[in-house]
């Protein structure tokens, strides 16, 4: 059911249909499948040059008090103080991992510079964090927070979804010379400005008290619009698609985004992904994706594109958000090790954790050029069978790899 938790009302219904089959006599089983087949969910639009989005799928966590940079220091990726030793003036962008190393949860953490505006205080800004979380895991943090903060000295407390909100503003068509960062916080001055450190040109993070929106020189959009540039970006986010305890995060581009520092001390977690950083090879990665027809020829690009807007999605039936979180992906009519698992998407467009040297020609660091990938072959999404969902034996996947990753992985090598 975690795969289910935001899914659009068209692609809930689809997949509860799924989920419930096997309560119903396999002739209904298979007349709701073709019924499905037939009415595939409508993708939203497409995300407009420039923008800004309410992140409803994000809330934050106050954490004030004198021990609570100490606190944060040993739980995350990331360090809460700056080359110099200095605490932070700025957001960044790390996680905090279980004992074996994987992801528990991505987050942003914030210096917490609206406290005054919303009691009054006079805590000094070293003392006091905002911890931006999917919203769905948000209560599951802050009780993993009180359990183990022990005897420090710290007040942890989640924030009604209208005391203060997450957005995320954009301008493709913007020259990054001319001050837009600058216009955001002047427009903005009560709130938190962070560009996203995860990738160059995905946008800005504002952090605001209240649920109003941002006084921007934008035209307000969806969250969809959003999430479609995040994936076009290759950009996971939440645990719908860093996979709560399972994902390590050196594949989920962590190292490459800016959420890793691998000079600071000692953090839960730590000793594997130290480990992987300088003795392993990281051979799969979270990699954007176009899914297609199998009849459909091969796209040459990364491109969203649906067929309300008058050009061919490369789709028949299915639609990525009807794929389920973990479908397997092999070569097309060859036999072989599993190319990645699907993750999730939206339209023809997601996110998968892809084999490098199988499905990319990207150069794995201290290694030669990828003797196993072979721009001729293809891939699938690898169903249940002749009468599996929708998406069975219907859906082509092919990966790219950013600029901003390959560059990252070019300089590892």
């Known amino acids: ?66 021990d609570a ?32 190393g994987r992801v528990l949860h991505d987050v942003f953490i914030y210096p917490d510079t609206l406290i ?18 999917d919203s769905a895991e948000a209560e599951r943090l802050q009780r993993h927070i009180k359990r183990y903060k022990l005897r420090a000295k710290f007040d942890v407390r989640l924030l009604p979804a209208d005391e203060a909100t997450v957005w995320h503003a954009w301008n493709d068509d913007q020259d990054p010379h001319t001050g837009f960062e600058s216009r955001i916080a002047r427009s903005d001055g009560s709130g938190i400005v962070l560009q996203d450190p995860r990738v160059p040109s995905l946008g800005y993070r504002l952090v605001q008290l209240g ?5 921007l020189e934008l035209n307000q959009t969806t969250d ?3 999430q479609i540039r995040r994936y076009l970006f290759g950009v996971p986010e939440g645990q719908d698609e860093i996979v709560r305890e399972h994902a390590l995060p050196l594949e989920t581009n962590m190292d490459l985004m800016t959420g890793i520092d691998f000079h600071k001390g000692c953090y839960v977690g730590q000793e594997l992904t130290i480990r992987t950083k300088h003795r392993g090879v990281v051979r799969k990665r979270i990699l954007p994706c176009v899914v297609y027809g199998t009849e459909k020829p091969t796209p040459s690009r990364l491109e969203y594109r649906r067929d309300n807007d008058g050009v061919d999605s490369g789709l028949d039936v299915a639609t990525a958000d009807m794929v389920p979180r973990d479908t397997g992906i092999g070569r097309f009519e060859k036999k072989g090790r599993s190319a990645g698992k699907w993750l999730k998407g939206t339209g023809n467009i997601g996110l998968a954790l892809c084999r490098l040297e199988i499905m990319t ?17 293809e891939f699938v999404l690898e169903g249940g069978g002749e009468d599996g969902a929708a998406y069975s034996g219907s859906l082509k996947i092919k990966a790219f790899v950013p600029d901003w990753l390959r560059h990252g992985l070019n300089m590892s090598t």
Request: glycine share 6%; charged share 25%; hydrophobic share 35%.
């Open 1 to 66: 059911m975690n795969g289910m938790r935001r899914l659009s009302g068209a692609a809930r219904i689809r997949s509860t249909r799924i989920l419930e089959a096997k309560f119903v006599c396999d002739s209904c089983q298979k007349q709701q499948r073709r019924s499905l087949a037939s009415s595939p969910t409508v993708p939203p639009p497409k995300p407009p040059p420039s923008g800004f989005a309410a992140l409803s799928s994000r809330r934050l966590i106050s954490v004030s008090g004198p």
């Open 224 to 226: 969809d619009a959003y």
């Open 361 to 377: 020609d990207a150069t794995l660091p201290g290694e030669t050029p990828a003797a196993a990938f072979a721009p001729t072959d």
């Open 69 to 100: 940079a100490k606190y944060l220091q040993g739980v995350i990726t990331a360090s809460i103080a700056d080359r110099d030793a200095k605490p932070r003036q700025h957001g960044f962008y790390t996680a905090f991992l279980n004992a074996q």
């Open 116 to 133: 005054r505006g919303r009691d009054g205080t006079p805590e000094t800004l070293k003392e006091n964090f905002l911890i931006e979380v």
């Open 211 to 215: 649920d109003k929106p941002p006084a």
